[in-house]
T-cell receptor
Framework: DAGVTQSPTHLIKTRGQHVTLRCSPI?????VSWYQQVLGQGPQFIFQ???????GRGNFPDRFSARQFPNYSSELNVNALLLGDSALYLC?????????????FGPGTRLTVT | GESVGLHLPTLSVQEGDNSIINCAYS??????FIWYKQESGKGPQFIID?????DKRQGQRVTVLLNKTVKHLSLQIAATQPGDSAVYFC????????????FGQGTRLTINP
């Protein structure tokens, strides 16, 4: 079975631009969570979606938004990019609405903002 | 508050020795703890978990110990192998039913031949 997939794998953007990252969960998983991992640190929670509804949000500015589609895939959008947004963006999927107990992570999208 | 920290950023061990990676947490209400392994270019991979009502749990070559009195947990890897080289994170669920994991900074484990 395929695991969590993310696209693109790498991305380079300029300050002020907008970016869209995509995630496909494991088949049958209805919950998707997004994490930001800055180099040398642990992942930080951004969003969690279950059944297309936002169920949790971390301490990130409104420049960050996300949505989940009927097929449970998800997009993370970041507007007005800053240098500090450079990070590995991880997507995790799980079966249940309380996803923290059984999360499976994708390989991430490496975003570089110049 | 919600914070998980690690005592050491790097750990170097000889192949075949046992490795111990430590983690401190501050939230006494934390319900559940997980150790993840992250290899270069990959996302975190689940290793082992432990609920707050337990003090020890064993898996294949790994053991997690939880000391709630001092808010400390550790990951023990037996007979460390080259494939164990990675960054190890402890993570906590800050309260029962929480939607998120709170990760620590991570410890890089290096295996010497």
């Amino acid at each position: 079975d395929a695991g969590v997939t993310q696209s693109p794998t790498h991305l380079i953007k300029t300050r002020g631009q907008h970016v869209t990252l995509r995630c496909s969960p494991i088949s049958g998983h209805k919950s998707v969570s997004w994490y930001q991992q800055v180099l040398g640190q642990g992942p930080q929670f951004i969003f969690q979606y279950y059944e297309k509804e936002e169920r949790g949000r971390g301490n990130f500015p409104d420049r960050f938004s996300a949505r989940q589609f009927p097929n449970y895939s998800s997009e993370l959008n970041v507007n007005a990019l800053l240098l500090g947004d450079s990070a590995l963006y991880l997507c995790a999927s799980s079966l249940t609405a309380s996803p923290a107990y059984e999360q499976y992570f994708g390989p991430g999208t490496r975003l570089t903002v110049t | 508050g919600e914070s998980v920290g690690l005592h050491l950023p790097t750990l170097s061990v000889q192949e075949g020795d046992n490795s111990i990676i430590n983690c401190a947490y501050s939230n006494s209400a934390s319900d559940y703890f997980i150790w993840y392994k992250q290899e270069s270019g990959k996302g975190p991979q689940f290793i082992i978990d432990i609920r707050s009502n337990m003090d020890k749990r064993q898996g294949q070559r790994v053991t997690v110990l939880l000391n709630k009195t001092v808010k400390h947990l550790s990951l023990q890897i037996a007979a460390t192998q080259p494939g164990d080289s990675a960054v190890y994170f402890c993570a906590e669920i800050p309260f029962q039913g929480a939607q998120k994991l709170v990760f620590g900074q991570g410890t890089r484990l290096t295996i010497n031949p």
